[in-house]
């Protein structure tokens, strides 16, 4: 039976054990049909097959975690932790990718070394198509393509409206890689646990391929309507209420879609400020950050047509009655506003809470007034902190409570979290959007 603390472990670091029970199956077969590598030569090619196992498993997780498969929210908390663990993958396999073909190259510099001999070779080399030698020829320019892809998604400075489109080459890429994977894979190794699961990593990475080649990831989630009104609030943010009508079949309260204001630029994440409305009505608070939210109040207007793709995300409000503690860093306000809208009315007895609107100054709040009103009708204690008048929050701020949630940016929420874990047996839950589209 698996403790609870390693069973927490596992879900919060996917990437760790995925990798580790894929060395652990690779070694043990290898193992039992080659016995202990004796030699530099036995060592390189036991080493080229883990790292090429280890890189298609995780390009295969990528590719399903890229489908925003709605299955998989629970299990790792949101959509937002689903792309972050997506962005992870990216890197384990850009990483594990030029230690793949570093390996491959090495024996120039093992016998430099005197670590090897050199390794003669037996029969003339076939002069006409060889399908594994086609298979190691796609595999090599596959790998410098997809190396490419990885620094350019690193890469801030790329434009999100070029990387977009560049991104969607990594499902032909992952093709390719499969097709130089199932040809140059040894035939015992297919029979073994690890060649079956293999065989069915890559089996599920070649569907979300094809699925995204042909546009219907999020299909079936996605909604058009209209922009209804367009409010400039203080401190560069733009309120945008949507209509959706009876199609939008609600959210909870916290949740964020990826809102389609512009097809030449695509899809951006943006939480919904609002509780469920009846009548589909849907309300975001945009801060302009970027290039395409400075320029969104110059170019939407009254009546535009949008397209919005949700509900996703697992940052809602929790239940029982204990005491929490709520924090917001800026425009990470949003999903808050939307808890507070949905406290309105409720009959039953509502938990106690401590907010916290970290601002730098007052009168830079989105929706201050409405903030301030929904707090008394609904008995939250707000505090606000403005950091132009010289205040800043601190853990030893935050009351003993068994959970703290948290939307603002990500220095301040490291810096909340480490001064909360100094609590010890006493340290709350923390819970924090991790949403980033790269």
Known sequence: MISPSLENTMKTRPLRWMLLLVTLLYASASWLQNGFPGNYWNWRHELVLLSGVLLMASMSAAMLLAMRPKWLEPHLGG????????????????????????????????????????RLRHGPRGLGFSLSGFAKEVGEWTAWAVLAMVILALLRAVPYRFWRKLHVLFAPLYLFGAFHSVVLMPASLWL??????????MLVGSGAAIWSLTGRIGKTRRFVGRVEHITQLPGNQLEVVCQLGR????????????VTFNAAEGAHPFTIASAKRENGELRFIIKALGD????????????????????????????????QVWVAGGIGVTPFL??????????????????????????????????????????????????????????????????????????????LESGLASRGAQQPRFHAEAFAMR
């Open 79 to 118: 959509l937002d932790k689903i792309y972050a663990l997506h962005k992870r993958l990216g890197i384990a396999s850009g990483l594990l990718l030029a230690a793949h073909w570093l390996i491959k190259l090495s024996p120039k510099l093992a016998m430099a070394l005197n670590w090897a001999e050199p």
């Open 292 to 323: 395409y939210t400075q320029c969104l109040a110059n170019q939407l207007q009254t009546g535009a047509a949008l397209e919005v793709e949700g509900p996703y995300g697992r940052f809602v409000p929790p239940e029982g009655n204990a005491h």
């Open 338 to 415: 939307a808890w507070l809208e949905s406290r309105l009315g409720h009959s039953q007895p509502l938990p106690e809470v401590d907010f916290f609107y970290c601002v730098e100054r007052a009168s830079q709040a989105a929706r201050l007034d409405e903030i301030q009103a929904a707090c008394t009708a609904t008995g939250v204690h707000l505090h606000l902190i403005e950091s132009a008048s010289g205040q800043r929050l601190s853990a030893s701020m935050l009351p003993e409570v068994d959970d703290v949630w948290f939307c603002g940016p990500k220095g301040f929420a490291h810096a």
């Open 247 to 258: 199609n939008w079949p609600g959210h909870r309260a916290g949740q964020f879609a990826l």
């Open 192 to 201: 073994t646990p690890i060649g079956m699961l293999m065989a069915l990593l």
